[in-house]
Nanobody, 124 residues
Framework: QLHLVESGGGLVHPGGSLKLSCAAS????????IGWFRQAPGNEREGFSC????????HYADSVKGRFTISRDSAKNTVYLQMNSLKPDDTAVYYC?????????????????WGQGTQVTVSS
């Protein structure tokens, strides 16, 4: 089973910061590429960032580049998403998932099932 648990969401004002965590249960995350996805109200779920197995390759969509940072900590079996300069448009449910690959493309192939996600709300 590939079970990931997202946490760290909350309510912040524009310009604020949050750090999300993606923790693995029952398997070792460093064997997998990991992606972050979000689904805003009325929108489709979209991937916006990924990190490869080694942590040496990361990718960011233009919408979050320069504001978000993805990282991983093998010792904690966790992938993180540091979100700075948050905007109301960042409001969404955020999910993580294992990926077939992580490249320079904004397209992702998910190989794990979806968890519950964590809600990020940026008020205006």
């Amino acid at each position: 089973q590939l079970h990931l648990v997202e946490s760290g969401g909350g309510l912040v004002h524009p310009g604020g910061s949050l750090k999300l965590s993606c923790a693995a249960s029952g398997f070792t995350l460093d064997y997998y590429n990991i992606g972050w996805f979000r689904q805003a109200p009325g929108n489709e779920r979209e991937g916006f960032s990924c990190i490869d197995k080694s942590g040496g390759t990361t990718h960011y969509a233009d919408s979050v580049k320069g504001r978000f940072t993805i990282s991983r900590d093998s010792a904690k079996n966790t992938v993180y998403l540091q979100m700075n300069s948050l905007k109301p448009d960042d409001t969404a449910v955020y999910y993580c998932a294992t990926l077939l690959y992580c490249s320079g493309s904004d397209h992702y192939t998910v190989i794990s099932s979806w968890g519950q996600g964590t809600q990020v709300t940026v008020s205006s």
